[in-house]
């Protein structure tokens, strides 16, 4: 029997100003999975985690978290309802330190879940642990993206929405981030990374959406991706 469905969206037209960046999206996330949207740069990736947020609302179409039509409200609805996002550009707190960052997210989660107290996070990330007391701005572009997975997870999501995590990282950073990942997705959490790097996502990912010029083109199972040739040179070579 299949998970139920987590976070769904259906027929998701959204615009910027007079530009049409999405066309009828259709994407559904399984409680347990770890979905990888792919796609090039400028695909719609960015912007259809945005419209799953809240951040950049639908003209057309519905998204539901957990059953709860959620298609343009504000973003600290879906939040409330367990959605925890990581957009592209981090948007930590640079004032502030680590420690900071993450106690200023802590809430419980939709149900009152409490699985991710401050010593869970920095056990779970130790890269963290002496960085604790560090003022966030000070620190490196891979601790940045460290920092704000963790400190979205502060909040108990249902499921978390990560933007390009390895995007303009080190590819020992990238590993790093990747290790994280596998080890949640271990954990039973749900997510949705939107990347370019197909191969980033390989060893994290259960499936696999790919989306070209703002329309969901192709949908199976990490694996069938990988040996599917054809999609990967017509919609992920660079």
Sequence with gaps: MSAPVILEARGLDVFYATSQILF?????????????????????????MK???GVAPPRRGSVRMRGEEIAGRKPHVA?????GFVPEDRQIFPDHTVEDNLTIARKKGPAGEDNWPLERL?????????????????L??????ILAIARALA?????LLLDEPSEGLAPIVVQRI??????LRGAGLTILIAEQNMHFCLGIASHAIVIDKGQIVYRDTIQNLRADEDVRRRYLAM
Excluded: C, W, Y
Aim: charged share 25%; net charge positive; proline share 4%.
């Design 24 to 48: 009828g999206v259709d994407l559904d996330v399984r409680e347990g999975e770890t979905v990888a949207l792919l796609g090039r740069n400028g695909a719609g990736k960015s912007t259809t």
């Design 51 to 53: 419209a799953l947020m």
């Design 79 to 83: 939040a409330r309802l367990g959605i």
């Design 122 to 138: 920095f056990e779970v990330f130790p890269l963290l642990v002496p960085l604790r007391k560090r003022i966030a701005g000070r």
């Design 140 to 145: 490196s572009g891979g601790e940045q993206q």
């Design 155 to 159: 909040g108990n999501p249902v499921a």
């Design 178 to 183: 990747a290790d994280t990942l596998h080890k």
